[in-house]
């Protein structure tokens, strides 16, 4: 941890630490994984920091929650540079880069309104390639649209 960060907020004892954000989405990180601060969780949020990687990055703190696999990989999409730090008593006891999947299925909304998978009659889950990573471009395997970051930034901001 450099000590500028240190003057922000202090270490927590147990949960999550989502770094390297891209500077300016923490609060979309938040609404991923579904934290509206109602929930009683206690939530750091650091924006607009020095990294040594990205420039400025975001940082979010969650006291006493641990992510599963598919809140990484929501993460992944929009935060694609992220690292998740699980912290046990203060150590982090687990350090891991997210990964955008290969194929994202049922997440993200194909942006073609005449697409199949936008048919309600229709049992289809909507199912992506990933086609680029940074900055992450996905395409639908059913009619090749394809979705951008900003498009997926927006999709999963104003889900929930
Ligand atoms: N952290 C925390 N509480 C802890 C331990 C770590 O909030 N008890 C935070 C640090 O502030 C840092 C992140 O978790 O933002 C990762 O911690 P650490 O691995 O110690 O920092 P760095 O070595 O700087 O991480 P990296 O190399 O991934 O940038
Ligand atoms: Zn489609």
Do not use: W
């Amino acid at each position: 941890m450099n000590a500028r960060e240190g003057l922000y907020v202090r270490k927590i004892k147990n949960g999550t630490v989502i770094d390297h954000i891209p500077a300016g989405r923490a609060l979309t990180v938040l609404r991923i994984l579904g934290i509206s601060g109602k929930e009683g969780l206690r939530v750091a949020i650091v924006m607009n920091v020095e990294s040594s990687r990205l420039g400025l990055k975001d940082i979010v703190k969650i006291e006493g929650k641990y992510l599963n696999e598919e809140d990484v990989n929501k993460i992944s999409l929009i935060a694609p540079l992220a690292t998740v730090n699980v912290i046990k008593d203060y150590e982090v006891v687990k350090k891991f880069k997210v990964k955008p999947p290969k194929i994202v299925e049922g997440i993200i909304r194909c942006p073609n309104p005449t697409c199949i998978s936008r048919k309600s009659r229709e049992p289809i889950k909507p199912k992506f390639r990933l086609v680029s990573t940074n900055p992450i471009k996905l395409q639908c395997i059913y009619c090749g649209s394809i979705i951008s970051e900003n498009e997926i930034v927006e999709q999963l901001t104003s889900l929930r």
